[in-house]
């Protein structure tokens, strides 16, 4: 019955009801209605199935009720050989599933994952035409749990919900830093968590080859310090992503960024080694040789193992940031190009592509690379990931290429949730035709891996590329900001609960940093000062610390700051409610003082205590020196908006000044707050300004006076 | 120079010098002095090897350099293969390690593990037999690194290290709660830091069969519910192990203990079947039957198998707490005992175990098992380990036998670590014989596993074993429980650093009881009562929640409490130094008041609120109203201290029953600190008897009144 209603409102083109009642579902289902009542959870909770047996959404159920168990604390009833108990027929359970089909055993680009859970105080009832579908109701249906003093409870709901992307993919580059096994799987399973389905992992770069060849071992025996996977591994990975919905894409990056194939063998490159593996970071010289035989005999090898190994079609050859250097320096590879006519370098690439697709349509496989192989003759139906931005997608798909936006979604570089989530991969105002709409498959978060190790991976990973999720899941008009930040922090506990350890890393690694020497009140200090750093963004961290390699330990100040801090946007919200109006609320303004008072007290306490006298805390101290300032100025200003006594000119200018040093950033963190404290000192000392000016020409002027923000750029 | 001076004075029978000079090293070395000055620590720093190379200490060292680099923040110079750079010759390196013998591949009972560490200003040398000891060296130079405003360093120092006993122990039960192999690795890991060098692997139980036969895969496809071990993950288990200088001794427990394997063939137990694997806790009734000669077909297939798998000559076979249930029962197996005069049930256990020795010595294997195995017949060499008693290792070695304690040593049952540390396997005051104590080889702690997941496995076992493992390795005189508290606090982050997660785990674990409406106060508050609280203590875990299966989630109030709260030992220890001294502390007393107020804000924030609503917290509100109990009581008799206004006799008792409500258990926690506050109040009641008694009557006396704490026990 509420199938039909439900599916009737798509049909008819009603507008879309992307958050119809209050929750924290993350995506944001693409239809949800509030019912009456809640299905109370108990230990008493059953779960059968309508229909034929589905070992995947079996699976899936068994670890979706052992999550629930894990966070409920309830037990609930198994037979003797450990079974979850089923209620006696559909009618007695607690949650009925229907899947009308087994799907693929390995998941497909643009299967069917549509599902409608329709949650009554007596029953929970979740429908899908496939197995993918079933999964993806199951962990909504997780996100809707929750608890008030009566008990654990399901609110009363109906949904039906589809995704608007059939791409929505993470990456993670297991090459500049190796990330083992247990990384991959718990990040599959975060994945899972927000509906995310395809695990692209970048297997080989100048800095390890990450993949073990059985015909060529040299490779991985050479170029990985011993970090590799298996192919057993590999195909047990793959098993692990397929039993939660999502394919894995391997990507073998070629003919650039190649160092580590030419450790084991120079002569494919074009330039004479010997080559050792790459230890630092940056875009290397080291390309294949196109015009070199034996680059295609071990390619054909390779690839054909590889397309073995992984059962997607789609396959990654990179292609990108070749910088042309060893090319250029080559006569005898000059002087193909022109024997073949090939112009120039770029179209030396596409020979090399055109060759590569040759092997890969032998195994059955389709081309993917980053924008650059978009070139003339690349093979119909290659799929363009562009990380150079939307004139990426507009240009692929303008000649009829499937496209994947990675721009945008660089995750690797520490910016804010928001940024990313705002970023679409069709955004309505985009110059795309209708065909050109149908060929944008969706979007890729990126996880490059310059400055992540196993430890702190998971810290720029989540809860961001929840918000990526859902711009890639839900309807293009979910687009609320602050109810994704507050989800988002609610998602955040779900991931972790999960198994994943963005938060759950700190606690170890502040004991660490702050050394034998500090107090459970440093120790607490030091965390509040943590909490409103942030990473250096783009990629203003190379620039930070040019000296380190893969051999540096991440576990610094930089390190245990996160993207996005929420102690800075907090603040900066509130400092926006206080400056905008025009009557100051002096009970906001009482909040800031205890902030900062607060802060100050840590600050305090780790310049003239922890960080005066530990070794890893001496990077900290122009950051505290920094933090001091802001902290100072900012009690400064609030005084005198509560006084109405405005600055001078003279000392809002050297105020001013004291703020862009305190912004510049040290060990590669800045504190973010240093923006609201100018706007602070700003609408402090033009207070006089306001009562004259509208709500607009006040905010203006104020931005004027502080400056904007600058965009997000990336780059890979 | 040194190694002569120092070997001197053992030879000489001179006193040992067990903490000649401050330091944090865990065990205390047999011989330490302080030397002058100090090798400074830097990027800088290398190593040479003298001699040959060898390999497993290579890799030590490489472990260790990187275990410096992640706690400093330092690199060192690598080559561009990765290897670290070592000086160019040893003279010029920062560290030379001279290891005379490659030792073992795999190590055995008695290998040579001493070693000296001669650490001066300008260079640190290493000087070890054997590849134990060296590895043992490293393990202690590493603990020896400190900071302070100046940089990283390690003291100038001589160090002569060897172990007093040469099986020291940790066994891990992986049955009733399995433990992947991650969790192994991550303790042995932890076991190596302290000098441990058995690990202990119990695989068989009525609740699991932990390792794959393949020739009887029955065995564990039936009875492990898929958690197992690959014969595969075991041999890399072993040589994990080898890596870092430990022993795995495998533990098949029978004929007892035995429900899993009659799981698949229930034709060998001792009544008819069929058998479920055992979901509850408890000495169960399913054995083997010792008069079936397919009982015998069986083990020899799979002893031989397992005598393969496992290189070290001792095999455990258990061989404890049959009920004799079974045998009682079964009409068959008395009239067999009847038959061969084996006189009762303990005889047919000896024929039993004749029946093992056979098949274990054909394989060159040495039996071991817990007391009961220790009857007249019991062949020669076998190895006793008690879990019952002092009586235990004086039986087995007064008849000859090698003994292993384990009593006292148990470390599920959530003792003080000082309980522990006191337990000696050979007492000097122990009536033994000079022949008896040689054949004392060790000790074992022991994680029985009915109340820990992978979670919180390790904050039942650490830092808590490397007291034992102190009591294992040092001098019999090294007893000051002061300094070793002091130390397991600076240990206990060194075990963090090396991979245990028994602090790591609380941060995530209390955000998931806490639940998603936790602010971030709440979850300082529910910290700060976690931290006085403790588990319950012994086998009261199974009585409070006799309803706990294998399947209950264990992350309640429980499982986020620790054994030996070092929070309650504060307290406990400023109230017995308030209470002692004949002339009140003011100063102390002060902060004692200040402690009961931050204890009082949490305990209000959390009964108040968070408490009121979670579902998951309703259980602590008993807890919570103890605790507000003994603050209040608590700040009375101080304020009685101060004002010299003592309570009457009849608000004392009223006082006093309620703190012995107080002290009752809770959702199998309790609150040691009660002791405390009980003592606290006596002493303010009867303050003024203290003038007219010495210190040690006036001790007496609040003994008297309070009563005295209950010994330790121990079973499994």
Known sequence: MYRTLFLGSFLLGLPVVANAFDNDVMPVPALAQRGQGRLALTGDFTV???GTGNPRVKH????????????????FARSSDGEYLAGRKPGDSSLVIECESLGNDIPALGEDESYALAVSPTQAKLHAANTLGAMHGLETLLQLVQSDADGWFIPAVSIEDRPRFPWRGLMIDVCRHWQPMEVIKRNLDGMALVKLNVLHLHLTEDQGFRIESKLFPRLQQLGSDGHFFTQEEMRDLIRYAAERGIRVVPEFDIPGHATSWVVAYPELASAPGPYVIERKWGVKDPVLDPTNPQVYDLLEGFLGEMADLFPDPYLHIGGDENNGVQWNANPRIQAFIREHSLGDNAGLHTYFNGKIHAILAKHGKKLTGWDEILHAGLPAGSVVQSWRGPDGIAAATRQ?????????YYIDLCYTARAHYLNDPAPEDATLTDDQRKLVLGGEATMWSEWVTPETIDSRTWPRTAAIAERLWSPAGVRDVPDMYRRLAVVSRRLEEAGLRHEGYLDPALRRLAGDGASGTDLAALRVFVDVLEPVKHYERGR?????????PLNGLADCSRPDSAASRDFSERVEAVIRENNIDEGELNR???????WNSSADRLTNGLAAKSPRLEEALPLLRSWSVAIRIGRDSIESLRTGKAASPEALKSELAELELAALPHAAAELPIINSIRRLAVAAAIRDQRRALDDEAWLRRLNELTGAEKPATSRH
């Not at 629930?68 to 037990?75: A, D, I």
């Open 400 to 408: 009829g290429f499937p496209a994947v936006l990675s721009n945008g």
């Open 60 to 75: 899936a159920l068994d670890r979706a009720l052992l999550r629930v168990e894990q966070r409920t604390g309830l037990t």
């Open 592 to 598: 800031l003082v205890e902030t900062l008072a607060a």
């Open 544 to 552: 930070q610390q040019p000296d380190h390699t893969q051999f540096t």
């Open 48 to 50: 059968a199935f309508k």
